[in-house]
């Protein structure tokens, strides 16, 4: 255990034997940036702290599928250019796709392409996190008619092991499902999501989360008319057993129904926590384009007014756009983030409103300023909470010099900036830029993944921001190891006494659920340090006490039948 922590120690310290997370957020961590542009980014957290991240690349000439996987500490674990999971032919533009972590922490991985004809098809991969083909070189193919035209795939992991894929199938939603072994468990014919056929309705962009006993939550749209301009515009959701029947309405909820939107517009669904979802739209019943949102609980029952909470009341004179929402389960709030434009679209800025549990906004009914309107505008908004505390990541695209810049906020449950009181710039270089994708791992440490434009057409950067707002070397749960330990272990901190942030070391011995609290000396908890799933092996976090007065503080941590407690000393 020394060697391997010698070895770490080494690896931190020098930055000319890897690549890792880059305390400079001018530079940034290369994840490839080769001949050819590196498009349309996705990333998603691992329960060890790292992340995968994948990508659509033309160095060859042609889009390729690319993959790589970081572990905590920013470190490439598969081949520097990145693993290549399909050179299989494309179609000439690119439609969306998705990736997504399962409780192996292998990769699953969903796109189209053109291989089995002229329309573009379907197909899954899953990788294991040794860069293993789990499926088969060529991945699994989801469709049962290559013949038809297909895009848009999303991956959800269900809460017994499998996987749930839906995609836009011509006009109809596709379903398909996966075990892990790789077999389609409902056939070679998906599930379909029809719309009613006797006003030709469609449907498209279908998305989903993972809810309770294998069940799985889907959210898509449905329209008449083209897809350009369409009528009778309707948001839909439905939960499904893992059998793949409807649980709540027949055949399904209607989420909204009074307004319209942009055929393009893309619709997001998002957990809450609780097995339920979390559901964001934007749309126009009269006047300008306006936000909203709705939450499901698990059975079905809607948690704010029927057909959704406006985010803002701004008025004739502002236009509302492209929602990101995150739920914060320890309070039962839903924080909401848009795009907000004068009616000429000269002016733009982020804001964004705090619900209760019962969608009464909490904040000004006109919502609150966090990046006020100027002439930048800005894309690929998202958003995550971690404990009482709401993170909120963007690409600024500035208009003089039509640059891009990584920005990101934190903000406490008031609303007030934290990270110093302002918006901070993970990705610094003045460069064009495209579009980014975002992960939080369990110890609050966010994951930027994004097409940056400093060489070439693009390459694709990553960078970390830590729960404190700082950048590199991580500072809240680091993997020390991959190898099992013989025993469960809890370290006294260091140092120890402390002022204002101490190092916890602890081993687990088997793949287990690890709990970290801090009390007072009067036994009242003050801080929930871990809270997660955990692979077999060595792990250090760091706690901050910033906000804890000095004194004597104890730390207790519960793996299975192993628990023990040790003391630790906070002098400021």
Do not use: H
Request: glycine letters at 10%; charged letters at 15%.
């Amino acid at each position: 255990m020394k060697k391997i922590i010698l070895l770490l120690l080494i690896v931190i310290s020098s930055g000319t034997l890897y690549a890792q997370w880059s305390s400079n957020p001018a530079v940034n961590l290369t994840i490839c940036d080769t001949t050819g542009d590196q498009v349309l980014p996705k990333i998603a957290a691992t329960s060890d702290g790292g992340c995968y991240i994948g990508w659509f690349d033309a160095r060859g000439g042609s889009y390729a599928v690319y993959l790589q996987k970081l572990n905590s500490l920013g470190i490439k674990q598969f081949p520097a250019g990145g693993l290549l999971i399909s050179n299989n032919p494309q179609s000439s533009s690119l439609v969306d796709w998705d990736l997504a972590v399962d409780d192996s922490n292998c990769c699953v991985l969903s796109f189209t392409d053109t291989r089995a004809g002229s329309s573009i098809n379907p197909f899954a991969y899953r990788i294991s996190p040794s860069g293993q083909f789990l499926w088969g070189a060529n991945g699994i193919a989801l469709t049962d008619s290559v013949a038809v035209y297909q895009a848009n795939p999303k991956v959800i992991c269900t809460s017994d092991g499998n996987f749930i894929i839906p995609w836009q199938y011509s006009n109809k939603i596709g379903v398909q499902k996966i075990s892990k072994a790789g077999t389609k468990v409902w056939g070679n014919v998906p599930l379909m999501v029809i719309g009613n056929p006797g006003i030709n309705e469609k449907f498209n962009y279908p998305a989903g989360v993972k809810s309770d006993n294998g069940n799985f939550i889907l959210y898509w749209i449905g329209y008449t008319g083209s897809f350009i301009s369409p009528a009778n515009y309707k948001l839909y959701t439905q939960k499904y057993s893992p059998a793949g029947t409807g649980l709540w309405g027949s055949p399904q909820d209607t989420i909204w129904n009074l307004g319209n939107a942009q055929g393009t517009y893309q619709p997001s669904i998002y957990p809450d926590g609780n097995n339920g979802a979390v559901y964001v739209w934007q749309s126009y019943v009269t006047g300008p384009t306006v936000c909203y949102v709705q939450r499901k609980n698990s059975a079905g029952a809607i948690q704010f007014p029927v057909n959704g909470s406006a985010v803002t009341t701004t008025g004739a004179t502002m236009l509302n756009f492209a929602p990101a929402a995150s739920y914060m389960p320890s309070t039962g709030e839903t924080f909401v983030f848009w795009q907000r434009k004068n009616s000429l679209q000269s002016v733009i800025g982020v804001y964004g409103q705090k619900f209760s549990a019962t969608g009464t906004r909490l904040w000004a009914d006109s919502g609150l300023a966090v990046k006020p309107l100027d002439g930048n505008s800005f894309a690929s908004l998202s958003s995550f909470t971690k404990d009482t505390s709401v993170m909120g990541y963007y690409m600024e695209i500035v208009t003089a010099g039509n640059t891009g810049l990584a920005k990101a906020f934190k903000l406490n449950r008031d609303g007030v900036l934290q990270w110093g009181g302002s918006i901070i710039t993970p990705g610094a270089c003045v460069s064009g830029k495209g579009r980014m994708s975002t992960a939080i791992n369990s110890s609050g440490m966010s994951m930027l993944a994004f097409q940056d434009n400093r060489n070439d057409a693009g390459g694709m950067y990553a960078q970390n921001i830590n729960f404190n707002g700082t950048f590199g070397a991580p500072t809240g749960i680091i993997n020390l190891s991959g190898l099992a330990p013989e025993k469960y272990l809890l370290s006294q901190n260091y140092p120890n006494p402390f002022n204002p942030s101490t190092k916890i070391k602890f081993e687990i011995a088997k793949n287990s659920l690890v709990s970290i609290k801090i009390f007072d000396v009067l036994g009242r908890e003050v801080k929930n340090l871990v809270n997660d799933n955990f692979k077999a092996g060595s792990y250090e976090v760091t706690f901050n006490a910033s906000e804890l007065s000095s004194g004597a503080y104890f730390y207790k941590m519960v793996s299975g039948d192993f628990s023990q407690i040790k003391k630790l000393m906070l002098l400021k």
